[in-house]
């Protein structure tokens, strides 16, 4: 039976969804302000934290960039704001899904099943993806790049996996919004573009000379493994 932690403020959304998603197969403890959730999550380890943004002793946000610190428990954002700006703020902070409110059960209990599964196929076996000398494993969330430890943020982490799963596929700037960011409709993709300079960097290339990041003009980017004669292309350091 998965074990998920609620974090809400209201009481009575709180015991609703306590309920609700109890009905539906699920052991849930929960809390109602930032600090007891996050002794909560590091005392008895759940499967899943459900999170809201607005607790009163401080933002969900910023509770997120704490718990990420000391632990990889996959979150689930559940607020009322549904600004974009804020939806990729708390994205890139580390969630791993984000539900605007209001939501019914039956949604948030899809959404909870569905990172469980995806993570647990991540778990199964060595699900780690070479390219090259590039070995990225989601189950550690871990990059090295010709025997280094890459320094990646989660979501510069999210981005080459994806592209690393799939290489030589020419992958649009709208697909990884929406399969990354999660933003399904027609955002801006300059958070797109910052993350693959930002990428590029740490790969030790640039855009006028690429190695593993190939922008097809007009269409998207690709990753792939270096050319022969780029081998000799040495990387430069992280951040």
Known sequence: MPQLLLIEDDPTIRSGLVRALGDRGHAVASAGTAMGGLREAVENRPDLVVLDLGLPDLDGVEMLRMLRAVSRVPVIVATARDDEREIVRVLDAGADDYVVKP??????????RAVLRRLGSEADGDSAVRVGGLR???????AVLDGRMLDLSPKEFDLLHYLAARAGQVISKKELLTEVWQVPYGGADKSVDVHLSWLRRKLGETAQRPRYLQTVRGVGVKLSAPRADDADTAPESGR
């Open 103 to 112: 939501f019914s059960a039956a949604q948030l209990d899809a959404r909870v």
């Open 136 to 142: 990225v494993d989601p189950s550690a969330r871990e």
